[in-house]
């Protein structure tokens, strides 16, 4: 399996809702990301997970709550968000050494209305 | 500080034509480079990848790369472009920090367009 596999594809919520992406990879890989992206731009690093723990936290809004239950599993929990919000939002995993390439999923887009 | 610059946000190319794709980069350290490419409405794919090994580097669809150090290079290549090929492209360098958390370092794009 070479894939990170995320859900949902589409999520549409309002800024009272309170919803969750998930992202799943079976490759072995320990260190996870979460990454948002607005169109025709490059994707913005949110959080990094190594070994299941928080590693970089790039200074996300508190409404972007991640998880990581165990090493294939990572969560975005979101809550009260933003128009400003809507984009992309795309999960990756690596090896942990420098050299490595990310593997991304497919992303989940995400409007606020 | 590693940075990375791609020149050209927008690249149109006929159908047959050589594709060019430039990226220049900027690392205090030897740099791990990559190529992503994204095609509309989906995630990042990874093209190829520089890591210290042979310069000229062979990705997937035909795409190939050359680490050029003297020119701080890693301009993407290939031959002969095809419809499919139309996408947005991305080249990033490896940073990694203190704690030795790692980052991708991105440029800002190219979309490219392959005319009929």
């Known amino acids: 399996d070479t894939e990170v596999t995320q859900t949902p594809k589409h999520l549409v919520m309002g800024m009272t809702n309170k919803k969750s992406l998930k992202c799943e990879q079976h490759?072995?890989?320990?260190?996870m990301y979460w990454y948002k992206q607005k169109a025709k731009k490059p994707p913005e690093l949110m959080f990094v997970?190594?070994?299941?723990?928080?590693?970089i936290n790039e200074s996300v809004p508190s409404r972007f709550s991640p998880e990581c239950p165990n090493s294939s599993l990572l969560n975005l929990h979101l809550h009260a968000l933003q128009p400003e919000d809507s984009a992309l939002y795309l999960c990756?995993?690596?090896?942990?050494?420098?050299?490595?390439?990310?593997?991304f999923g497919s992303g989940t887009r995400l409007t606020v209305v | 500080a590693q940075s990375v610059t791609q020149l050209g946000s927008h690249v149109s190319v006929s159908e047959g034509a050589l594709v060019l794709l430039r990226c220049n980069y900027s690392?205090?350290?030897?740099?791990?480079l990559f190529w992503y490419v994204q095609y509309p409405n989906q995630g990042l794919q990874l093209l190829l990848k520089?890591?210290?090994?042979a310069t000229l580097v062979k990705g997937i669809n035909g795409f190939e790369a050359e680490f050029k150090k003297s020119e701080t290079s890693f301009h993407l290549t290939k031959p002969s472009a095809h419809m499919s090929d139309a996408a947005e492209y991305f080249c990033?360098?490896?940073?990694?920090?203190?704690?030795?958390?790692?980052?991708?370092?991105w440029g800002l794009g190219t979309s490219l367009a392959v005319n009929p």
């Open positions: 990756a995993s690596s090896q942990e050494e420098r050299r490595g390439g990310y593997t």
């Open positions: 490759m072995g890989h320990r260190a």
């Open positions: 997970y190594s070994y299941e723990k928080l590693s």
């Open positions: 690392s205090s350290v030897p740099p791990y």
């Open positions: 520089y890591t210290s090994a």
């Open positions: 990033a360098v490896t940073l990694t920090e203190a704690g030795n958390n790692r980052k991708l370092i």
